[in-house]
């Protein structure tokens, strides 16, 4: 599909399936040699991390990897709404643990933020950061990303699990707004 309609906003195909298919099974080889021996614990922000977390985890052959998933909700249509909301399902023990954040898109920071210290308060031995895309132009808040596939302007986009107003998360490739 080249168009999609959602709330009466046009988007266009932007970034075809095969190209983050290939990025993130890149992310994975260099998670594979780097994460050896750390019993990783891949904590997924729900909800837009999901088809993130589902390709990414299919490439991962690290001994004794746990996925768990968290969902914390900052974002509201288009903007960010700038309240932060509590973390919701953070129910394992993450003392002493190599601690690996999945997330769909790092914009602000502001989410990336507040979790990174809600989970410190939990003495985690490490906490890296894995995201699909990123918008480096928005960033505001001090957070540093160890792992990162592909690179955005600071146009809206839906696809590959993120969404707007809910609608789009389910399409294969990345679309971007028709401003
Ligand atoms: P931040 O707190 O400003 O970094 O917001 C990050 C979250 O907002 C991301 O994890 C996404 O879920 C959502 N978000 C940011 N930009 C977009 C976008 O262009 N499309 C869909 N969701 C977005
Ligand atoms: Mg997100």
Redesign the pocket.
């Known amino acids: 599909m080249n168009n999609l309609k959602i709330s009466g906003k046009e988007f266009r195909l932007f970034i075809p399936a095969e190209k983050i298919d290939k990025e993130i099974k890149s992310m994975a080889q260099q998670m594979n040699k780097d994460l050896k021996g750390k019993k990783p614990i891949f904590l997924s ?1 729900l ?3 999901f088809m993130f977390t589902s390709d990414l985890l299919k490439n991962i052959t690290v001994e004794d990897s746990e996925v768990s998933f968290i969902k914390l909700a ?2 509201d249509g ?1 903007h ?1 709404s700038g309240k932060v909301t509590e973390v919701i399902g953070l129910n394992i023990d993450i003392k002493d643990r190599c601690l690996v954040i999945v ?10 933020s507040y979790l990174m210290e809600v989970l410190k308060a939990q003495h985690p031995s490490e906490i890296k950061l894995a995201v699909m895309f990123y ?1 480096p132009n ?4 001090n957070v540093r990303m160890d792992y990162k596939a592909i690179l ?1 302007e600071n ?4 696809g590959r699990g ?3 107003n809910g609608i789009g998360r389910n399409y294969p490739d990345l679309y971007i707004i028709n401003e």
């Open positions: 922000v909800n837009g991390a900052s974002y288009m960010s997330e769909d898109l790092l914009d602000s920071g502001r989410s990336m918008k928005a960033l505001k808040f955005l146009d809206f986009v839906v993120l969404d707007y």
